[in-house]
T-cell receptor, first 113, second 108 residues
Framework: DGGITQSPKYLFRKEGQNVTLSCEQN?????MYWYRQDPGQGLRLIYY???????QKGDIAEGYSVSREKKESFPLTVTSAQKNPTAFYLC????????????FGDGTRLSIL | KNEVEQSPQNLTAQEGEFITINCSYS?????LHWLQQHPGGGIVSLFM???GKKKHGRLIATINIQEKHSSLHITASHPRDSAVYIC??????????FGGGTRVLVKP
């Protein structure tokens, strides 16, 4: 079945560490997205990518970095510069152009030790 | 930027009751999305609609483009419908602006 796979489901980070969240899709979608969700708040866009080797900052990109070397993969690195990284992170993908539904992964919950 | 407001924030219903969730937005759009977030966190796209009404099983979504308002109805609600329901509208490109979600609890 086609879909989006995020790993790991739970991740713990020590102060000062960078961590990378994985997102893989086999839907042949051009566009991929990373969102952050905090309790009681709506999803906020961190980064998105329309095409391989290109990505754009979203609304809350500070302290995060991404790469898009392959169409299927869009890993997110939470750097030590992100002062409040504890959150639920969701990856999504869609076709690009017009109104397209987004397909979501099951998310990664990141906590600080 | 489009502001998306959902109401209510929380809703508790008895099994079998009819449930309505509302979504209002501030800027005209071409389509609106309804999403369901399961207790484990995963999100499923329920509907994308640009006019009128769509139905899938016991779920019905309606939109009034002129009034900038959409509703999601759950008929004959069941405990498995317990989830967070989120509406979202397009921003520039394929980006979405999300509402804060409505947490629904259906009691047996």
């Amino acid at each position: 079945d086609g879909g989006i796979t995020q790993s790991p489901k739970y991740l713990f980070r020590k102060e000062g560490q960078n961590v990378t969240l994985s997102c893989e899709q086999n839907l042949n979608h051009d566009a991929m997205y990373w969102y952050r969700q905090d309790p009681g708040q709506g999803l906020r866009l961190i980064y998105y990518s329309q095409i391989v080797n290109d990505f754009q900052k979203g609304d809350i990109a500070e302290g995060y970095s991404v790469s898009r070397e392959k169409k299927e993969s869009f890993p997110l690195t939470v750097t030590s510069a992100q002062k409040n990284p504890t959150a639920f992170y969701l990856c999504a993908s869609s076709r690009w152009g017009g109104d397209q539904p987004q397909h979501f992964g099951d998310g990664t919950r990141l906590s600080i030790l | 930027k489009n502001e998306v407001e959902q109401s209510p924030q929380n809703l508790t219903a008895q099994e079998g009751e009819f449930i309505t969730i509302n979504c209002s937005y501030s800027v005209g759009i071409s389509a609106l999305h309804w999403l369901q977030q399961h207790p484990g966190g995963g999100i499923v796209s329920l509907f994308m609609l640009s006019s009128g009404k769509k139905k899938h099983g016991r779920l019905i979504a309606t939109i009034n483009i002129q009034e900038k308002h959409s509703s999601l109805h759950i008929t004959a609600s069941h405990p498995r419908d317990s989830a967070v329901y989120i509406c979202a509208v397009p921003a520039a490109g394929n980006k979405l602006t999300f509402g804060g979600g409505t947490r629904v609890l259906v009691k047996p």
